[in-house]
């Protein structure tokens, strides 16, 4: 499959690979190809960065990637570590959000929660409701006031949540034949303590950035900047030098 060229420089190879897994943050929206997460952190490692960042995914695209795409007949190296980067919005796209189901066209990954794979759409999966959204968001008073539900999250929303990340990891391990899958908690994003104990429970590898740092942002003014960017992959290199 196609993923955002990371530059490396064969002459830093350790021999290991690091695959990235997310959404616009991770695919580095708004800087260059020489900005982003994963270029910082191979530059530093000599880790080959493999960068599968999409803008707008959810932890459910990433689960669907996995099952859909055998990323080990793409990747050259033996070893390597896996990342999935969170951000405080991922919960809304894996509750899902209406505003996400709306903005999708009702596109979004339907994850069966007995099996744990991916089937289908939402639109498909789920053709009342999505119908019912539809006919919300063309209210004046709903686009007015920004309404979007869920406005809270329940326990079963975060289980989901975490059952889908280690649904994830599950199928890295099985692909690669490590468990070298961390979660990367990006700056002024902290997890809920009631994820974070999921999480823990699950014995899923955490490691939070939270309170790294603030960041500016790019010119699009939503995204961080090459230097948060760059913060971020120097601190997570220390752990993998």
């Given at each position: 499959?196609?993923?955002?060229?990371?530059?490396?420089?064969?002459?830093?190879?350790?021999?290991?690979?690091?695959?990235?897994?997310?959404?616009?943050?991770?695919?580095?929206?708004?800087?260059?190809?020489?900005?982003?997460?994963?270029?910082?952190?191979?530059?530093?490692?000599?880790?080959?960065?493999?960068?599968?960042?999409?803008?707008?995914?959810?932890?459910?695209?990433?689960?669907?990637?996995?099952?859909?795409?055998?990323?080990?007949?793409?990747?050259?190296?033996?070893d390597g570590v896996a990342f999935y980067t969170y951000i405080e919005d991922h919960l809304a796209r894996v509750a899902p959000s209406t505003k996400w189901i709306y903005n999708s066209?009702?596109?979004?990954?339907?994850?069966?929660?007995?099996?744990?794979?991916?089937?289908?759409?939402?639109?498909?999966?789920?053709?009342?409701?999505?119908?019912?959204?539809?006919?919300?968001?063309?209210?004046?008073?709903?686009?007015?006031?920004?309404?979007?539900?869920?406005?809270?999250?329940?326990?079963?929303?975060?289980?989901?949540?975490?059952?889908?990340?280690?649904?994830?990891?599950?199928?890295?391990?099985?692909?690669?034949?490590?468990?070298?899958?961390?979660?990367?908690?990006?700056?002024?994003?902290?997890?809920?303590?009631?994820?974070?104990?999921?999480?823990?429970?699950?014995?899923?590898?955490?490691?939070?950035?939270?309170?790294?740092?603030?960041?500016?942002?790019?010119?699009?003014?939503?995204?961080?900047?090459?230097?948060?960017?760059?913060?971020?992959?120097?601190?997570?290199?220390?752990?993998?030098?």
């Amino acid at each position: 499959m196609d993923r955002r060229v990371t530059p490396f420089y064969s002459r830093q190879a350790v021999g290991k690979y690091a695959l990235f897994l997310g959404c616009s943050f991770t695919y580095g929206e708004s800087v260059a190809d020489t900005s982003t997460l994963p270029y910082f952190f191979g530059k530093e490692t000599g880790y080959r960065p493999y960068n599968y960042g999409v803008s707008g995914y959810s932890p459910a695209h990433m689960l669907a990637l996995m099952q859909a795409v055998n990323m080990r007949s793409e990747v050259l190296e033996k070893d390597g570590v896996a990342f999935y980067t969170y951000i405080e919005d991922h919960l809304a796209r894996v509750a899902p959000s209406t505003k996400w189901i709306y903005n999708s066209n009702g596109y979004w990954p339907n994850v069966d929660p007995g099996t744990m794979t991916v089937k289908g759409t939402y639109a498909e999966r789920h053709p009342v409701s999505y119908s019912l959204i539809r006919g919300m968001y063309k209210s004046n008073i709903v686009n007015l006031f920004n309404i979007n539900f869920p406005r809270r999250y329940t326990v079963t929303q975060y289980q989901r949540f975490v059952n889908i990340v280690k649904k994830t990891e599950e199928q890295y391990v099985q692909q690669f034949g490590n468990d070298n899958f961390y979660v990367v908690v990006f700056p002024a994003y902290p997890m809920p303590p009631e994820l974070r104990q999921l999480f823990e429970q699950n014995h899923i590898k955490v490691i939070d950035y939270s309170a790294l740092c603030s960041w500016k942002t790019a010119y699009d003014g939503m995204h961080p900047d090459e230097a948060c960017y760059r913060h971020v992959a120097s601190q997570l290199a220390k752990k993998f030098k």
